[in-house]
Each structure stands twice: as C-alpha cells, then as structure tokens.
C-alpha cells in the first residue's frame, strides 16, 4: 500500500458538480488500495474575488491581515469536498494548514515551507480516512497564518508527498499536460510527455503557471514523480515532470509569457560607489521581487539602473525609493508600464548561439521592440510592451516550436 499525493486546483472544484467528479478521481485510486492525501485550491475564482475586495478598502493591505483574508477559500474547499467523499460512503477527514500544522516563513504572500508536521495525516490513513489538505496556507513561528503565493496549493501537493514519501503527485487541472505554451493563447502548442525539472522549473517560473515554481524546486530536491493530467478528460496520459534530461529532443521545450511588469528606472546624481547595494538591499529587507536589472551611463557619466518588478510592487517600491531617494543620491525615479515579459527556454540555447540571433530577428521582422534583456544557460527573456505580448509569443512559438 502506498501513499498517493492528489491535488485538485481552483476550476477542478468550482461547484458541488465539480466537487462530486473529483470525487470519482480520488475514490478511483482509493480503491487500488492506496493510501490518499489530497490538496485543494479555494473554488474557482475566490481567491481573486477576495483580493479584490481587499482592494476596495486599501491598495496597501497590512500583509499578516491580507494572508488570514486570502487563506479563507481552501478552508471552504476542503470542508465541502470531506461531505461530498463522505456522501458518497467514504471516510474524509479535512485539515488546515495551522492544524498540522505546516510551518513556513514569516514572508506574507510568499512564505516558504520550513516544516511538515505528518502526525494527524499518518494516523488518519492508518484509521482508514481519505485525508483532505487545504493548499496555499501554513502558520509561522508565531502562529500567524501565511500564503505560499499565487498557485502555492501546487507546492502544498508536492511538499506533502516529499514529508510522507509518496509515491508520486498527481496535479490535476483543466489542461490535460504541460504544452509548449499556454494552450489558451497559442493554437498549435506542442504537449509535453515528459519535462526535467530543471526546465519545468524555468517554464513555470517565467510565466507556465500550470505548476507553481516552488513545487518543482521541491520535486527536484525530494525526487518526487510530478504528473500534470486533466480533471475533466478521461483517462489522458498528461505529462511528467522528472529528473530524466533531454526527454524531448527539443532544442526549445517552451515559450512564456509573464504580464503585468513595471521597469524601473533610476536616474543617479553622480558615479558614487554603492547605490546598487544600497536600493536592492532596502527593496530585499521588504521582500521586494526585483527580475532582470541593468545598468547604464547616462548623462555625465552618472550611474543609472534599471530593473523591472511586479506591478503588484509597485506603490510600496516608489514610496521606498522617495523616502530614501537622497540617501541614495537619486535625481529622479522614472517608472514604466506595463511590460510582458517573454521567454524561451530550452536546453538548446547553451550551445547556440544562433538563437539568440534568431529571436532579435523574429521580434525585429514583426515590429516588435524590446525593452530590456536577460539571458541564461538555458532561457532568454525579453520585455516587450504588453499590448505586443500575444504578438510577440505566437511569433516565437512559430519560430522556434512549430518551425
Ligand atoms: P489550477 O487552478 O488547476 O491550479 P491554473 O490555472 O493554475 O490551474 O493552471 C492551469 C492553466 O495554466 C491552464 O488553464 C493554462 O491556461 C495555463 N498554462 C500556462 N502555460 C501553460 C503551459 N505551458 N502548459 C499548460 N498550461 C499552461
Ligand atoms: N487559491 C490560491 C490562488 O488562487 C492558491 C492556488 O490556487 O493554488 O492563488
Ligand atoms: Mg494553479
């Protein structure tokens, strides 16, 4: 008998239909004789419904109360789906993040797992109850509830396998595998039978948000088998996410695309050594996700710096960079919006250097400039303006997937 880690996302569980056919999927491996642990997202679009409402009383939220607010919808799901299982004559038990409880960083809105407590879990599975997890929470040292970050039920999934020693996770979503890109915004993606972690991880770090990042960071370091399928389509292969390299054969596995990016730029008054240190060490202390950064000589050879971040960071990092702006010798702060950030990645790009070339050209030949660049062994990224994201990723996807 082994331990199976499910985890059903926001539109598998939407409503009670919904609730009822994910059912079948956990009651399907229940019967092989397995052990069954499943984590749940909040129904459909909770999560952003109350986000939104946070946001008609402050657009500044204090980020312990925004973590309790925003944590609220797994609660909800995993009630409701421990009825359902128990409905339909199976033993559910439900348990939030706080009762195990699943201890993480104090880093509101993206706190990391630190600690798995498996006690409730084991004995429940040993009583014979199918045990039901809400996703996306945990409590830090202070007993203050966090948020793993937007996706996070993901890495609630593939965390709980490595702490039980699952046999594998099966993420269940309304896409039957990974594909080469979103298959939402570009027709001819290409699916992915198998992807490395290693790539895996840049596709969904850089804007695949079919898996959150930090969930295949954990099924790399724990080797936890990771396996994307379809809730809704019968019995479809989806993709596996392993430690296997080169399983593709392709010099490009994918093309991403992140929204919603601002740039930054500071304009210095003089070429003192230190600023760089000084700003990224004040926008870290906030937890401040700064992306690709630049540095550039403008007039009379005073320093300027860019670098782009989150729309979602964008008051708190203007009102940061205005409170220390003389401190930090800065004559004026300029801010850009609103960039998408494209991608491609692959295991082709180290020993290319043609590719490079090959998506200046693509871009250039369908009129599309590029605002700043970063590039690694295995991804090259770009900000295009947003209103060409769409252009833009059908462009690269043609050049580098289709062919
Ligand atoms: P869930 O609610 O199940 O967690 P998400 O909405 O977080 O699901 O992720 C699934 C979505 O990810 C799909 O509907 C798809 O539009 C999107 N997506 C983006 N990039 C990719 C990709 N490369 N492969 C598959 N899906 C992708
Ligand atoms: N409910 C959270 C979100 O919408 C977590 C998740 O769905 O994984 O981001
Ligand atoms: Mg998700």
């Known amino acids: 008998m082994g331990i199976v880690v499910q985890k059903f996302g926001g539109s598998s569980v939407a409503n009670t239909d919904k609730l009822f056919n994910v059912c079948k999927h956990i009651i399907k491996e229940y019967e ?10 909040a129904q459909g679009k909770t999560t952003d419904e109350l986000i939104k409402e946070e946001q008609e009383i402050t657009k500044m939220p204090n980020k312990r109360e925004h973590d309790v607010l925003v944590s609220v919808g797994e609660q909800i799901t995993i009630s409701k789906l421990a009825m359902c299982l128990d409905k339909l004559g199976y033993k559910a038990i ?7 409880p699943i201890i993480t960083t104090s880093v509101h809105g993206n706190a990391r797992v630190k600690n798995i407590d498996t006690e409730k879990i084991n004995n429940s599975l040993q009583e014979g109850y199918i045990v039901i997890l809400a996703g996306f929470q945990g ?6 509830i966090t948020t793993l970050g937007r996706g996070g039920s993901d890495t609630t999934a593939v965390a709980v396998a490595a702490v039980l020693g699952a046999e594998k996770c099966d993420i ?64 479809s292969d989806g993709t596996l996410v392993t430690s296997q390299e080169s399983l593709e054969d392709l010099s490009i596995s994918g093309v991403t695309k992140e929204d919603n990016i601002v740039r930054i730029t500071l304009i210095g008054k003089d070429n003192k050594i230190g600023r760089i240190y000084k700003v990224f060490s004040i926008l870290a202390d906030n937890d401040i996700n700064v992306d690709i950064i630049s540095q550039s000589f403008g007039e009379h050879i005073c320093k300027d710096i860019s670098f782009s971040i989150n729309e979602k960071d964008l008051v708190e990092t203007l009102e940061l960079l205005n409170k220390y702006s003389e401190e930090l010798n800065i004559k004026e702060i300029k801010d850009d919006k609103l960039y998408s950030k494209i991608s491609i990645i692959g295991i082709g790009i180290a020993n290319n250097p043609k590719v490079k070339a090959a998506l ?40 580098f997937i289709e062919g």
């Not at 052990?35 to 997202?41: D, E, I, M």
């Not at 409590?139 to 203050?144: A, C, K, L, N, P």
Request: with cysteine.
């Open 172 to 235: 269940y979503t309304d896409v039957d595998g990974v594909y080469s890109s979103d298959p939402r915004v570009i027709r001819d993606v290409k699916k992915l039978n198998k992807i490395s972690y290693d790539e895996m991880l840049e596709l969904s770090s850089l804007g695949a948000k079919v898996l959150h990042n930090r969930c295949v960071e954990i099924g790399k370091k724990y080797d936890i088998p990771i396996y994307v399928k379809s809730t809704f389509e019968k019995e």
């Open 32 to 41: 092989k004789g397995n052990y069954v642990v499943v984590v749940v997202s």
């Open 360 to 399: 200046f050209e693509t871009l250039y030949e369908n009129n599309i400039n590029m605002h700043m660049i970063s590039t690694s062994e295995i991804k090259i990224s770009v900000l295009v303006n947003m209103t060409m994201a769409d252009s833009a990723l059908k462009a690269l996807h043609k050049k």
């Open 139 to 144: 409590i830090d040292e202070q007993q203050d």
């Open 94 to 100: 439900s348990y939030t993040g706080w009762q195990l």
